[in-house]
């Protein structure tokens, strides 16, 4: 809980578990929530017990899954607006953006000592490009894929829609965003049981929400050449030019290190939202760390240079990521999609 001693933390844990898991005496920030005490006792799930149970047998990761495991995974959005209207003050809220995070997401300790999220991170909305929809109304949430050129393709789509390109672990925005986001989350997952889609896992009815409504959402991207802190290769040998060609054609989740020597995307975000310290920090750690064979010959190897350091970037909506040149094209609309996405839901 270092990372956030100035943030507050609300944390929903079993109650048997908080003495053994929790260090005494408990962080001042931290609010403890017991109450729920099984996986299915969040409204949007209680229901949809038998529902889980029956998709489970249909889940081709059944071994590593359970029906619980769903109904805590579809219950984020909810458990995120319950644990902000719990713990308001009065008639206002003491904070004007709300987070949801994985307890798994911070399993380093890169982060002890730092103050996390950046204070100042009211900048990271006002930055990101006017459209038709008002920044502050923009949900937060990191992808690892979805913007390739295999999105243009329905078959792309489809494997888009069955990968993890969205990072469920961490998402948030302003309180009338998660409110926004809690609905919206809660009537697609409506509408696809009612069509007997597979949504056990909530990445895949994620996927389907940025391409229906990408200029809801917005990002930060590790491997984006159009960030103003990309460097662009000096020649065919230098190695960011055989890795972004390595990942266009050949292996769209590979690292070009458009923006340095980062943990991949992933860890950006947590770099990104960190202090400055903490990037300082952790610069000179993935300096250090992060090296392979192309660094060897192309690169820098085990004496990179300072331009090889991670470097921020700016925040960007996923309707301007998507239309890209490289991804969909500044054409691209997303309604023209609408119908192969609700097909989608089927796909297991």
């Not at 507050?8 to 017991?34: E, G, K, M, Q, R």
Request: one cysteine or more; proline letters at 6%.
């Amino acid at each position: 809980m270092a990372a956030t001693r100035n943030t507050p933390v609300y944390l929903f844990i079993l109650p048997t578990l908080a003495s053994s898991l929790l260090p005494s005496p408990l962080p001042s920030n931290l609010i403890l929530d017991t109450t729920i005490t099984d996986g299915w006792q969040h409204p949007p799930v209680a229901r949809l017990e038998q529902r889980f149970k029956d998709m489970h047998r249909l889940d081709r990761e059944k071994k590593i899954h359970s029906p619980e495991l769903y109904a805590i995974w579809n219950a984020k959005p909810w458990l995120t607006e319950e644990g902000m209207r719990k713990s308001r003050s009065g008639e206002k809220f003491e904070w004007d953006y709300v987070f949801w995070a994985d307890a798994g997401s911070f399993r380093d300790t890169w982060y002890n000592g730092g103050s996390w999220p950046l204070p100042k991170i009211r900048r990271t909305w006002e930055k990101v490009g006017e459209d038709e929809m008002d920044t502050e109304h923009k949900v937060f949430l990191p992808l690892q894929h979805a913007t390739t050129k295999e999105l243009e393709l329905e078959g792309g789509l489809r494997r888009s829609y069955r990968r993890g390109n969205s990072e469920a672990s961490f998402f948030g925005g302003s309180p009338s965003t998660i409110r926004w986001f809690n609905s919206t989350f809660d009537a697609y997952r409506n509408f696809y049981m009612s069509r007997s889609f597979f949504i056990g896992k909530e990445q895949p009815l994620l996927n389907s929400l940025i391409l229906l409504l990408p200029s809801r959402f917005i990002r930060v991207h590790v491997n984006d050449p159009y960030a103003p802190a990309y460097i662009h290769p000096n020649s065919m040998l230098d190695h960011r030019w055989l890795r972004s060609i390595m990942r266009r054609y050949l292996r769209s989740f590979y690292e070009t290190r458009a923006l340095g020597r980062c943990r991949g995307e992933y860890m950006y975000y947590q770099f990104f939202f960190a202090d400055k310290h903490t990037r300082q920090r952790l610069q000179d750690m993935w300096l250090s760390d992060l090296h392979d064979s192309w660094d060897h010959w192309f690169g820098g190897g085990e004496n990179p240079g300072g331009s090889e350091k991670c470097r921020t970037t700016r925040a960007i909506s996923l309707l301007e990521a998507f239309r890209k040149d490289d991804v969909l094209g500044p054409n691209w609309d997303p309604a023209t999609y609408r119908s192969i996405v609700v097909r989608l839901g089927g796909i297991r």
